[in-house]
Structure formats: C-alpha cells, structure tokens
C-alpha cells in the first residue's frame, strides 16, 4: 500500500513511518514540506500523490500556545485537518485521524468510551474536535483515533524526557497530582493504528495504553524504573501552576470500540513505560 504521513518528523508520526515503511511506500511530510493550513496545497500532494492511506498527524498541540494563539490553534487543528479531509475525499483516500482525550471535560470521573458526550475545556481540545467533526461529515471512510498523554522514542521533548531531564539538576520535583490520564506509548499507537487501517470497520476509537495514573504517580513511577531514588517528588494542584489553558482533571479513556470489535488489545501503561525505559 501507498500511505502518506503528515507530520512524520513528530514522535508519533517518526514511529509511523518506521513501523509501516518495514511493509508499505510511505510518504512522509514535515510542516515545512507540507503545510496543511494551505488548501492548495494538501490538494496537490494528496491528490497529485494518490495515496490508499493519509495518517493525519499534523497538528499544533502547544496547549497554553493553542489559548493564547487560538486562531493559529483552528488555522491548523481544525482548517488543516478540513483541508486534509477534503482532499483525501477528492483522492479516496481513506483519513486516519490522530485526535485527543481532551475532547473531554473531566467531569464525568469515570473512563470515558467513544459514545460520551464531548466538552472541551480549552481551545486546543475544541479546535482537535472540530477536526474530527470535519472528518466525520466530509470524509466516507476514515478513522478517527483519540489519545493520550503520548511519549515516544523520536520525541524532541515529551513528560518522560522532561522529567529525566530535570532530575540531574534538581533534587526535588514539584508535579501536578490532580489531573488523571492515559499515558501512551507511540509504538503501541502505531500497532493499533496497523490493525484498524486493516480492518476496514471505519469509525471513531480511542487508542490509549490502559490504566490510569496522575501526573504525580506517572512521574514517580518513570523514576522507580529507572532506579533513581534520591530525588523528592512533591505533589502540587493544578491551581499552583500558571498557565493559560485549563486542563480536564480526569480524561482517562477506555478503549471501548477496539475491544468490543475486537481489532486490538492495548496493553498496560506501565508495561509500555518500562520497555520504553529499558530500550
């Protein structure tokens, strides 16, 4: 197959094109190659490259950036995935639509499944979902896959690399215990990604590694596996922290739709943390 990767210089978009070049022709796009923004554009590379498959990972995921820049936050989020959408129809490409947990408010303290009702707490949750809105009435075969607080091997800078990287230089690390979510590995998106392109059962799922964790716990739990035990991690609210965009104290999601299909079993978060630890 012919699959085209938008934002394949991103973590999970450099994990795409390694996992699916082993078998496909994948054609991957940094922003600067292919601005999604520019509807000229994403028609003259999709249609003019006539992919089976767009892997749409391209996106402005900066969240305070996206509240203060809301324009530049629905310019990209939400146009450049209409764009993107638009011209996957005109091409019949099927869309892969990589979209996010803070669709959601965090109010419902419970897992939340794909038939939940979505309320976006600030601008870069609001401008992802009406991506996926743009996905779901302009395209007629497409996946739209919500994750989670995503790490990865190719990531520039992500929570695990931060905390890793703060330990040398302090002795006691101040994080936010108060919001709860799904930390996901990009290699385990990859390998659902895989396996719903495959299954031809288009639709919306959530595609996180399970369990559920806080900030706080998740950063402990990074320096229990690495063995480093001589740094203090000291639980702090989200109020303690000033930072322009709210953030939903409770988006864990259930992967509702992949396990009632029975496309794929997702494993554990902490499974997923220590082989990306020890690799």
Not at 130 to 143: Q, T
Not at 154 to 171: I, M, P, S
Request: aromatic letters at 12%; proline letters at 3%.
């Amino acid at each position: 197959m012919k699959i085209l990767i938008t934002g394949a210089n991103g973590q999970l978009g450099a994990e795409l094109v390694e996992l699916f070049g082993k078998e496909h022709e994948v054609l991957g796009f940094s922003h600067k190659e292919f601005d999604i923004a520019d509807f000229s554009r994403a028609n003259e590379i999709i249609c003019g490259k006539s992919p089976e498959f767009v892997i749409h990972c391209a996106a402005y995921t900066d969240v305070d950036g996206c509240e203060l820049n809301p324009e530049k936050a629905y310019q990209i989020n939400s146009f450049g995935t209409q764009n993107v959408a638009i011209a996957c129809e005109k091409s019949g490409a099927t869309m892969v639509y990589i979209s996010t947990d803070y669709a959601f408010d965090g109010a419902k303290g419970e897992p939340y499944i794909e038939f939940d009702k979505t309320n976006p707490i600030n601008v870069y949750g609001r401008s992802k979902y009406v991506g996926e809105e743009f996905v779901a009435s302009l395209c007629s075969k497409y996946y739209i896959a919500r994750t989670a607080w995503v790490y990865g091997k190719y990531a520039k800078k992500n929570f695990v690399k931060t905390v890793l990287g703060l330990f040398g230089d302090k002795k006691e690390l101040k994080i936010v215990c108060d919001q709860v979510g799904s930390p996901t590995n990009t290699y385990d998106i990859s390998l659902a990604i895989n396996e719903l392109i495959k299954s031809e059962r288009y639709g919306l799922y959530h595609v996180v590694n399970e369990g559920e964790v806080s900030w706080y716990q998740f950063t402990k739990l990074i320096l229990d596996y690495k063995g480093i035990s001589d740094v203090k991690v000291v639980p702090i609210t989200s109020d303690e922290l000033d930072r322009a965009a709210n953030r939903p104290s409770y988006s864990v999601l259930r992967n509702f739709c992949l396990e009632k299909s029975g496309i794929y079993k997702m494993r554990n978060f902490e499974n997923a943390l220590r082989d990306y630890l020890s690799s």
